[in-house]
């Protein structure tokens, strides 16, 4: 069964985001973008709303809501600001190593707060000299008695400024990569952890970005999110949940580019007509469009399939991948239709933008999905078509024509040309590309 048709329930829920994005965030955002500062009253506002940690379950006091729920709420939130999406949403992203990990201590000490309090939680992977490559962290966690002690930089970290609590990923030895991650729930009032100045960034200025110091930081064994060996893997599992998220991150700031791009097509006028007029610029709107569209359906099929409780490694990939880019080339070619004005501080295509370019850098740059793409494709992907030298080429007879000239014979194809011959035995050598006989394969009867 293949069915699109929202809920009522979640019709109401993206009412409700589209309200909260239209009435608290839109008139907020320019402001504190050129303050470069989180608005930490909006984030409260969300949170009382319902609109902030809606996936944890009821059993720990949450909502249960599930992934999709978060792509529609997200994709209006980012409409009015992806760098408030972002602050709204890290705590999704701090949080999803507690949600998925097997300590139910932590999730029963943790969850509840964070459903019931507005308790804020970052994630860190990321460090200053290490950020696509999770295996090479450097931060070190030196088991000390029940507890562990964690020295080290975690860099980029959104919310690292207000958060209450951090999901640090560590290892045991950095010379084990892999095998050496470990993951733990740090809180950020505790003794040894020095929170850096805010990092000034070009966009997602409403997003508090910000380094974490670790001296010595006792984390105790019911802290422990996954043990040396499993680090890694969490890490991954948490992208391939939260990934789908910077997809509607995407489709909400294209879709916003877009509608401002056809108002101002619809007003602007040049050589007496208005530019909707030109074909030019409505073949840019309908490519923005189409774009939108596939990013969301894209976006919601990766949500929907981890909702299933599938792995959604791959569709969460395309996803990023697709509706990132989108957004950039839809901000973009937005600018473009605004022409002179698009370009100034008083529109508000510039600041889409600035914001929409770091969604191709966070959780896992367009380069790493790529690599996590091919290494699928070119690993466990199953075909469906015959491999190249198992391919029956009947370009010389009919084979349904069981009179014609070569019915009945063998058919030898050779690998290395693809040239194929007929007859009881393959040739000595390949007319085409002169390899021996050896290159031939039987691959049927004519
Ligand atoms: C505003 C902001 C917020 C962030 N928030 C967080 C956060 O909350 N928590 C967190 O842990 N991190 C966070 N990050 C970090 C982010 O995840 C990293 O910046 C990102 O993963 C890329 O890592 P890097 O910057 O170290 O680039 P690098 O890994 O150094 O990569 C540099 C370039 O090389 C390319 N590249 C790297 N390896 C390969 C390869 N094998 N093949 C081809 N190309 C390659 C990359 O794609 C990139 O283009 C944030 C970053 C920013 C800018």
């Known amino acids: 069964m293949l069915d699109f048709t929202l809920t009522p329930e979640q019709i109401k829920l993206q009412e409700k985001a589209r309200r909260f994005a239209l009435e608290e965030v839109l008139p907020v955002a320019w402001y504190y973008d050129k303050k470069d500062e989180i608005p930490m009253p909006v984030l409260k506002k969300a949170f009382d709303a319902g609109i902030m940690n809606n996936d944890i379950p009821q059993k720990y006091g949450g909502q249960g809501l599930g992934l999709v ?16 999406a972002t602050s709204i949403f890290d705590s999704a992203l701090g949080m999803e190593p507690i949600l998925i990990s097997d300590n139910e201590v932590a999730k029963q000490k943790y969850l509840p707060k964070i459903a019931k309090d507005f308790k804020l939680t970052a994630f860190a992977t990321s460090e200053p000299t290490t950020g696509s ?14 507890d562990y002690l964690l020295s080290g930089t975690k860099y980029w970290i959104t919310n690292g400024g207000v958060a209450d609590y951090v999901t640090v990923f560590a290892t045991i030895d950095p010379k084990s990569q892999h095998q050496g991650i470990c993951c733990f729930l740090v809180e950020t009032k505790w003794d040894g952890v020095t929170i850096g100045r805010t990092i000034p960034k070009m966009g997602q200025r409403c997003s508090n970005t910000v380094g974490i110091n670790l001296k010595n ?5 019911e802290n422990i999110l996954a043990p040396p060996g499993k680090g890694f893997v969490l890490a991954m599992k948490t992208f391939a949940r ?9 489709v909400g700031a294209a879709r916003a580019a877009m509608e401002y791009a056809i108002d101002y097509a619809k007003k602007r006028k040049t050589f007496g007509f208005n530019i909707k007029d030109y074909q030019a610029i409505q073949f840019k709107l309908a490519d923005m469009y189409q774009k939108v569209e596939t990013a969301r359906l894209l976006t919601w099929k990766s949500a929907w399939e981890s909702d299933q409780g599938k792995d959604a490694t791959i569709s969460a990939s395309i996803a990023k991948i697709y509706a990132t880019e989108t957004a950039l080339e839809v901000a973009n070619e937005a600018l473009q239709i605004f022409g002179g004005y698009g370009y100034t501080k008083m529109f508000p295509i510039e600041k889409l933008l600035r914001d929409v370019r770091l ?26 078509m015959p491999a190249l030298e198992d391919l029956p080429l009947h370009r010389e007879h009919d084979p349904l024509d069981n009179k014609s000239a070569h019915a009945g014979q063998k058919i030898w194809r050779c690998r290395i040309c693809g040239h194929v011959h007929y007859g009881d035995e393959a040739p000595d050598e390949c007319p085409y590309c002169f390899f021996p006989k050896s290159a031939f394969k039987e691959v049927g009867v004519a």
């Open 69 to 84: 729920e978060s792509a529609l709420i997200t994709e209006e939130i980012s409409t009015a600001c992806p760098g408030l």
């Open 133 to 146: 490559d999770v295996a090479g962290i450097r931060c070190k966690a030196v088991p000390n008695g029940n």
């Open 217 to 221: 930081v006792r984390v105790p064994k």
């Open 242 to 250: 939260t990934r789908p998220i910077i997809g509607s991150f995407g």
């Open 359 to 384: 969604l191709r850098i966070y959780e896992g740059t367009s380069e790493v999905q790529r690599i996590i793409l091919s290494g699928h494709l070119l690993s466990n992907y199953q075909s469906s």
